[in-house]
């Protein structure tokens, strides 16, 4: 499976000239897509959401029905704010991961979002100790604005003292180690925050779950000069705080902001001292399970690097203590369900069946927890913030926290704040929390309107959303003026036998659609044909599931699988027609031909 999304990439990459038809219901050309986030006054820049994508339901273990509202920018900063997909899925990979363009021609990787990292960095060309990963490593000498970072007092120097090298090493026992490089980063065509300047990791060797990982590398959000987060604050192009939304169980999906946003009158804080520990903490004060508080010494949270966020780890790993006062509450309030094994016999994982398939009847099984933070305010997590379900048995779930050996420290991964909206404000040295239903966030900015501000005099002013309930998919929605198109269509010029080709193209389709994040359905072979011994061409056309494919989207389609290559473009007959031509046609010729 990692080998066919790989496979995916250099497919594409490996095309002659793609020509996609826009088939437009209404002809305007000069129509831009909607501003996902008004300006919170005149003369601001908008507010950017990173929205997360869905993935398949799995549960394999590796690394409210009230009416919501979102935030508009920060009404005391005119920064922009980046927008960026993000993918996978937290229980079937461990992590999500983003798509970051480095370097002129731009080069894209798959990264994971990690805000107990510092350091962004992608394999590198010479890097003869590289896993496997989604994408070509980094061609340093195919970018015209790469620069080594010449080794100086600020840096570890590598052997000859001429370049800055990073070394990093991870608790699973991974570590990741290179030369430093400074590069142009793009952020994606939805980001209003333009192409910025950046120090990241070139890649010379990895070991462990770094190695064999199907993502890239990583992105560091966390604390740290060589931050991606500090040096955009540093360069003063975004306010110092940033936000992640992750979807819930069995759906994946989300939204991530880069940037201050204002925060709903209903999020929950807690402080964040940086100055406790080297990581993104909170004051974590209690914790109730059923309504009742864990008897459990006040100080039992504060050991070591105290009550740590981690957006990079799965679970959840509590002291000692804590850990056996959880798991006893919440058996204790399971009487009606039965005990069973994990369903890893490496793990003795705590798990129970007789419960719903369904995640929304879950919370009339399982009790609801309780963190309450310094300032008495309470986090409230529901089922799925702390079980994940069983793949062996159907209506079974099992603890998705641990103890965390004998380490006192506190670490919330990402299954805690599923649903959640997490501000890491680290200008205010806060983080809020606020429950929504993060896989639908994405979709439902599409409808937002600005409201007016509070008579306070402080920008408390939200945006409404409808209230919802967990998406079955992606839904559509159409603005005044919106570029609103009926079907992509694709043509594919590609250098393989069609003899060879036939046999293999509803697999080609197939990984079109996971590249493009589109149901298999929604991609129609319309032609094959050939153009020679060596030649074939691929007509498809991929359909909304609704009405229509907004402007947005088929613009993050295009960014997808066409980011390696130069564009033309013109309007004819209300359509558009775009076209692309490979940069480096012999060198894929050879790479799509050794895939199929």
């Known amino acids: 499976m990692l080998f066919m999304a790989r496979a995916l990439v250099d497919l594409a990459v490996a095309t002659v000239a793609f020509f996609l038809l826009f088939l437009l219901s209404q002809s305007n050309p000069s129509t831009s897509p909607p501003l996902l986030l008004p300006p919170p006054h005149h003369g ?61 021609p731009p080069q894209r990787f798959a990264l ?178 059923a309504g009742k508080q864990l008897p459990l010494e006040p100080n039992v949270f504060d050991g070591k690097y105290g009550t740590v966020l981690d957006s990079g780890t799965t679970y959840a790993y509590l002291p000692e203590a804590v850990f056996a006062a959880f798991k006893n509450a919440i058996i204790k309030e399971l009487n009606s369900l039965k005990q069973i094994r994990g369903p890893d016999p490496n793990y003795n994982d705590i798990c129970f069946s007789g419960a719903s398939s369904d995640v929304s009847e879950l919370s009339k099984m399982f009790p609801t927890v309780e963190m309450v933070f310094d300032n008495q305010q309470k986090l409230l997590l529901s089922p799925e913030n702390y079980l994940f379900r069983h793949s062996k048995v159907h209506g079974a779930y099992c603890l998705g926290i641990f103890q965390n050996e004998k380490d006192p420290t506190t670490l919330l991964g990402g299954i805690i704040v599923r649903n959640t909206l997490v501000t890491y404000d680290r200008e205010h040295s806060k983080i809020g929390f606020w429950k929504t239903n993060c896989s639908e966030l994405w979709e439902r900015l599409h409808t937002l309107s600005p409201s007016p501000s509070s008579s306070s005099g402080k920008d408390n002013s939200t945006v409404e959303l409808p209230p919802t309930s967990a998406p079955d998919g992606p839904s559509r929605y159409a603005l005044p003026g919106e570029i609103q198109i009926g079907e992509i269509k694709l043509d594919m010029s590609l250098s393989v036998n069609y003899s060879y080709l036939k046999p293999r193209i509803n697999k080609l389709a197939e990984l079109i659609a996971k590249e493009l994040d589109v149901n298999a359905s929604q991609v129609h072979l319309l032609n094959c044909t050939s153009k020679g011994n060596n030649s074939s061409l691929v007509r498809l056309a991929i359909v909304p599931t609704g009405t229509y494919i907004s402007n947005v989207t088929a613009i993050d389609m295009v960014a997808a699988t066409l980011f390696c290559c130069s564009v033309g473009y013109y309007h004819r007959n209300n359509r558009w027609i775009i076209s692309f031509w490979n940069v480096d046609y012999m060198e894929t010729q050879a790479t799509i031909a050794q895939f199929i």
């Open 44 to 104: 601001a820049r908008p507010a950017m959401i990173l929205p997360l994508f869905p993935s398949p339901k799995n549960s394999s273990r590796t690394f409210s029905n009230s009416p919501r509202h979102l935030l508009r920018s920060d009404s005391h900063s005119s920064h922009p704010n980046a927008r960026m997909r993000l993918y996978d899925d937290l229980l079937l990979n461990g992590y999500y991961t983003t798509r970051l363009w480095i370097g002129t």
């Open 112 to 289: 994971i979002v990690d805000t107990g990292s510092t350091v962004t960095y992608v394999p590198c060309a010479t890097c003869e100790q590289c896993g496997r990963h989604e994408d070509p490593k980094f061609e340093p000498d195919l970018s015209s604005t790469y620069k080594p970072v010449k080794c100086n007092l600020d840096c570890n120097c590598d052997n000859d003292r001429v370049q800055c090298i990073y070394e990093r090493q991870y608790a699973e026992m991974s570590s990741s180690s290179g030369v430093l490089g400074e590069d142009i980063m793009s952020f994606g065509n939805q980001s209003e925050l333009m192409p910025q300047r950046a120090v990241f990791g070139c890649e010379t060797e990895e070991t462990g779950d770094l190695y064999s990982q199907h993502a890239d590398g990583i992105m560091g959000l966390g604390r740290g000069d060589l931050s991606i987060v500090d040096q955009l604050v540093e360069k003063g192009v975004i306010s110092d705080s940033f936000s992640l939304c992750y979807g819930g169980m069995d759906i994946g999906g989300g939204a991530m902001v880069l940037g201050g946003i204002s925060a709903p009158s209903d999020m929950v804080f807690s402080n964040s001292d940086p100055e406790r520990s080297p990581y993104y903490n909170i004051d974590l004060k209690e914790i109730h399970v």
